[in-house]
């Protein structure tokens, strides 16, 4: 087992206690106290119905029949017995008697503390509004909520600032579930969580990530922030990018405008093939002409040059007609023109200013952009709320200003955040965690399930669907150009193979190891027919497994590797996974919880890196010479893969990032920073099949090394263009393995909403639990409040149906829509993201009902056991495990 000697530290942005004073404890032990009298209501009443039925039948005095007959209807329908009922009632055999007697005194207990409810209810609402202004009005949450939501903190100003007329029940249910967000879970929305990176303090072997030197220092207290916490403000990149390709396109000086051949082009006979720009990057052929063949023999020769440097080699001046060649071939995407402004530009504003502001037409952009800039200063050094709304939405006017003025439509920006940037909290200096015993035997326990990872890995199917088409289509020892082989396996429309593997791609990605089995078992290659038997029958075994006393499903460390290990023939040998993971304690010291899975090599750890200010700049030792860095070193070693990171922004703010390899993939657009000969040109890669696995390989056949092309960044690779998803899915480690919250074991709910609860066990091996206990339940039989019904009512109703249904409280729901995943669409819905549920929040309450009010019968409601249960500051640790 190998750690990555940094990781990512992530604590929720309020402690876990402020939920504890959201809720109406009173009116909640009420209805627990009334829904346990009536479950013991309803057992007596079910014994009285049996002797009652022994009366009945048993002959009767005359006339009495029909009396026995209403009492034991009352008696089951919890009437009050009056009258003959409660004359008849006093006839019976003494035991029967008492029991009766036993039952109306429980019933009026019930009435009398139903009748106080709404009462109590009331009070606790009063009291949960007031905590709920004042956990509002601190700073970390008030901030967040100024800026991702202030038309929600405008609505609410007033009561915040001492209006003692609350705000609409809607506003605040709205407002409580920002607050749960922001107490319950490590939200990276925001501030609502702070961010950094730490270390290891041990001195135990691991393989760095950075090259950084351990900081000795005491454990991470998990109670509360370990570091002090410091607010980042991010202009939104990918708008500034846009802006910059904008200007490329219309009127840049042939001084700063610069060419160069597109990365992905290969010449093949009289043509040129290659990708067009993103978003589609659809791959387009050309005629190669004597003419065109000399203008990209010169662009190469050049390299990336300006287009005055490029004009001047071409001839005598005045360059009309070289000109007007080049700017159908720039519109054709065969050469590629653009601002010398990197896709990871760390000061991309600062940058665009500079460019923008010595050229006289563009002016106008520049003034705004200054604006612009002018904002985001005065935003970092405002501190009241009104000024910060103020300030957002005029950063937001500037810079839609710019994009006007630079011939963009700024409705592009629609659902985005209501301001030109994004604020994110990061943590200063969090200390190092110990790297003791017991954190190392749950760390080897997640390299053990790392092999079982490796067959499951929804990806691996798919590349082994590429293999067989590349086999069929050029065979088994053929090497040829990469878009060469995407062109051919996304224009194929007769091939089986070709179409089999369009369809696996396209499945919905939380569906995992469980339900494509069928799918996997119908393709017509064999290989992806042998991972479905080897996955099935892992599964097969697994589920094999009973719970033990305690409920828990325990898999032994040696079976996840013996089990992963049958397919190695397929996979390869395990590789580096990140696994997102929550600490707890037991009474057998820390243990860990698996939120999720993805492929390792800096995904979201150099995101946070970014943010922490630790970008790489032209003077960092990545852009300049090989580093003193064990994993970057064995990169540029003549053993293993060279990893070459796709490094394009990707019109998304969030894929901006800190380098993660030494090398990057020369995609389509992408501005690098990095040395030109540190970027592999797509065009150059080449395709292969390895002698071992059968799996297509990537050669650079400049460095004769293999390429491994991993997505960094934090987008998901559903959204990547075709291609480079295509490189991210078949050549590298998968980004998104395991979804959150994914049961990869079970299949619960997914093909029709259960009309009773169907419940799955929690799943551990050794020190770290891989499943949460879950309980699913159809949406359409969970209470709904009705139209004017009373508050205290509906509570009630809840409480007594959880209690049946055997759902714990608290815990987390979340709502998934069943057509949507049948469609494939159901992903990335908002209603996918776990709400914390606590029924003695009523607010939270609310926010369920409202969530399954439409189409209840199309939704299934996911319950999730509160592991580790919010205490302290929750916190989430990313770690990088081999």
């Not at 995407?333 to 050229?359: F, K, M």
């Not at 700024?410 to 110990?434: K, M, Q, Y």
Request: charged residues 25%; proline residues 9%.
């Amino acid at each position: 087992m190998q750690v990555a000697k940094e990781f990512v530290i992530r604590t929720a942005g309020l402690e876990a206690a402020v939920l504890d004073r959201l809720r109406c404890e009173r009116a909640h032990r009420a209805t627990q106290e009334i829904a346990g009298a009536h479950e013991k209501l309803s057992a007596l009443a079910e014994e009285l119905s049996r002797e009652l039925y022994q009366v009945i039948g048993a002959d009767p005095p005359t006339g009495s029949k029909p009396v026995l007959v209403a009492l034991r209807r009352a008696i089951h329908r919890g009437l009050p017995l009056k009258g003959e009922l409660r004359a008849a009632a006093e006839a019976l055999p003494a035991s029967t008697t008492v029991r009766v007697t036993e039952w109306e005194r429980l019933r009026s207990e019930v009435a009398r503390a139903t009748a106080a409810l709404p009462e109590l209810l009331a009070d606790d609402l009063s009291g949960a509004r007031r905590e709920l202004r004042a956990v509002t009005v601190r700073p970390e949450l008030r901030d967040a909520l100024v800026h991702v939501q202030p038309n929600l903190y405008r609505s609410l100003a007033g009561w915040l600032a001492g209006d003692d007329r609350p705000p609409r029940e809607r506003q605040l249910v709205s407002l409580v579930k920002y607050v749960a967000r922001a107490a319950a879970k490590t939200s990276p929305r925001s501030t609502l969580t702070a961010s950094g990176i730490t270390t290891w303090s041990s001195t135990r072997p691991a393989w760095t990530a950075s090259g950084d030197a351990p900081i000795p220092a005491r454990p991470a207290p998990f109670g509360g922030h370990p570091a002090p916490v410091r607010v980042v403000v991010e202009p939104d990149a990918a708008a500034l990018h846009r802006i910059a390709a904008a200007l490329a396109r219309a009127d840049a000086p042939d001084a700063l405008l610069l060419v160069r051949p597109n990365p992905s082009l290969v010449r093949t006979g009289d043509q040129v093939c290659f990708l067009g720009a993103p978003p589609s990057s659809a791959v387009r052929r050309m005629r190669l002409t004597p003419a065109v063949d000399a203008i990209l023999d010169l662009l190469t020769d050049l390299g990336e040059c300006s287009l005055e440097e490029f004009l001047r080699r071409c001839g005598r001046p005045p360059y009309t007609q070289v000109r007007q060649f080049v700017a159908k071939l720039i519109e054709t995407g065969l050469i590629e023109a653009r601002l010398p402004v990197a896709d990871q530009e760390p000061d991309l504003l600062g940058r665009l200013l500079q460019l923008t502001s010595g050229t006289d037409h563009w002016q106008p952009v520049t003034a705004a952009l200054t604006a612009l800039a002018a904002d985001l200063g005065r935003y970092r050094a405002a501190t009241g709320p009104g000024e910060r709304i103020r300030l957002a939405a005029s950063s937001n006017g500037h810079l839609e200003e710019a994009m006007r003025l630079a011939g963009l439509s700024p409705s592009r920006r629609a659902g985005r955040h209501p301001a030109a940037f994004d604020e994110h909290a990061i943590l200063a200096a969090p200390p190092a965690i110990t790297l003791d015993d017991s954190w190392e035997q749950a760390l080897t326990d997640l390299s053990a399930f790392g092999a079982l990872v490796t067959l499951l890995d929804r990806n691996l199917p798919v590349r082994h669907c590429a293999a067989h088409y590349f086999t069929r289509r050029f065979g088994r020892t053929a090497e040829i150009p990469f878009v060469l082989f995407y062109e051919a396996i996304s224009e194929d429309t007769e091939d089986p193979v070709a179409a089999g593997l369009r369809l696996l791609r396209t499945m919905d990605p939380t569906e995992g190891g469980v339900v494509p089995l069928a799918r996997l078992t119908a393709s017509v290659s064999p290989r992806v027919r042998e991972v479905a038997r080897l996955r099935a029958g892992a599964l097969e075994t697994l589920r094999a497994l009973r719970p033990g006393a305690d409920g828990v499903v325990r898999i032994p460390p040696e079976l996840a590797i013996k089990l992963g290990a049958t397919a190695a023939h397929l996979t390869g040998p395990p590789g580096t996974h990140a696994y997102y993971v929550q600490p707890c304690t037991d009474e057998d010291g820390l243990r860990l919880v698996l939120n999720s899975v993805a492929g390792a090599g800096g995904r979201g750890r150099t995101r946070v890196e970014r943010l922490a200010g630790r970008h790489r700049t032209g003077d960092d030792p990545l852009a300049t010479a090989p580093p003193d860095d064990d994993l970057l070193v064995a990169e540029l070693s003549k053993d293993g893969p060279l990893v070459a990171e796709l490094e394009n922004l990707f019109d998304f703010t969030l894929n901006a990032r800190s380098p993660a390899a030494t090398h990057a993939i020369g995609y389509p657009s992408l501005s690098s920073t990095r040395r030109p000969d540190l970027v592999a040109p797509l065009g150059e890669l080449t395709v292969s099949l390895d002698p071992i696995t059968g799996l297509p390989v990537l050669r650079w056949p400049r460095l004769r090394r293999q390429v491994v092309p991993p997505h960094t960044g934090v987008m998901s690779e559903i959204f990547l263009p075709p291609p480079a998803r295509f490189l991210a899915e078949v050549f590298a480690l998968t980004p998104t393995v395991l979804f959150p919250n994914q049961n990869w074991l079970h299949d619960v709910g997914r093909a029709e909403p259960p009309r009773t609860v169907v419940h799955t066990p929690r799943v551990d091996l050794g020190r770290v639990t891989l499943l949460r206990r879950t309980w699913a339940i159809s949406a359409a039989e969970v209470p709904r409040r009705a139209s004017g019904e009373d508050d205290a009512r509906f509570l009630l109703r809840m409480e007594r149906w959880r209690r049946e249904a055997g759902i714990p409280a608290p815990c987390f729901v979340r709502i998934l829509n069943v057509p949507a995943l049948r469609a494939g669409t159901g992903l990335f819905a908002k209603s996918r993201k776990p709400l914390y549920f606590d029924p003695a929040n009523w607010f939270l309450l609310l926010a369920l009902d409202r969530d399954i009010r439409e189409r209840p019968e199309e939704k299934v409601l996911l319950f999730t056991e509160a592991l580790p249960v919010p205490a302290g500051r929750v916190t989430e640790f990313l770690v990088e495990v081999s």
